[in-house]
């Protein structure tokens, strides 16, 4: 605790609640719920585990983005507890996404290669864009951060799934597909616990 109350700065007061901050949190939630039935329906379609993993942090990230625009304005604790909540929502879609590619395993797949690269493309270009849209609030309260990282994962994400159609290509086998559904899961539970830890220290700031 001592930590919480000596080393953490106090985040930026005004840049939670700049116009140009609420106006890209929109344009990323328009662009995060249509690719989540993007690529719904096509993970389901190529029977791709990563791309069904994607759809859902898709899915996750737009309801994160509406959690943001809810509390932006708001008081410095009030941003850490939807922090708080976002780190938990990245965390349960990691454990579920792990536990899916097991099941992949498991069961067997057979993913289409075709449609992993045509639909991880387009899913790749949308989350660099809001990533670069997003860059400038990287160092911003728990709360920020969270959209930032979640937008960063989901681009590294997105180049994994494009590797993992290539490796499907290449192979003929499901493992590349159920390997990148592992590494997104990886990612959304380091990405939690590093939300997690900032917005502890904002709320023991505060």
């Known amino acids: 605790m001592a930590n919480s109350c000596c080393q953490t700065p106090e985040p930026d007061t005004a840049a939670h609640i700049d116009p140009r901050w609420r106006r890209i ?44 625009l809810g509390v932006a304005g708001m008081a410095l604790a009030w941003r850490a507890r939807a922090a708080l909540v976002k780190a938990a929502t990245m965390l349960a879609f990691g454990i579920w996404v792990l536990g899916y590619a097991i099941y992949g395993l498991m069961a067997g797949a057979d993913p289409e290669p075709a ?11 949308t989350n660099v864009i809001v990533a670069l849209m997003l860059f400038r609030f990287r160092d911003g309260d728990a709360n920020m951060r969270s959209v930032w990282i979640c937008s960063r994962n989901d681009a590294i994400g997105n180049i994994a799934v494009l590797g993992a159609a290539l490796g499907v290509f290449g192979t003929g086998q499901a493992w590349p597909d159920l ?28």
């Open 25 to 68: 949190l929109w344009i990323a939630l328009i662009a995060n719920a249509a690719m989540f039935v993007v690529e719904m329906v096509a993970g389901v379609a190529a029977d791709s585990r990563s791309l069904q993993a994607d759809a859902l942090d898709f899915f996750g990230d737009a309801a994160n983005y509406a959690i943001s």
């Open 115 to 125: 449609t992993m690269g045509m639909v991880g493309t387009l899913a790749l270009a």
């Open 179 to 206: 390997l990148v559904a592992s590494i997104m899961a990886a990612l959304a539970l380091w990405g939690s616990m590093k939300v997690f830890g900032q917005a502890r220290q904002e709320l023991g700031h505060g």
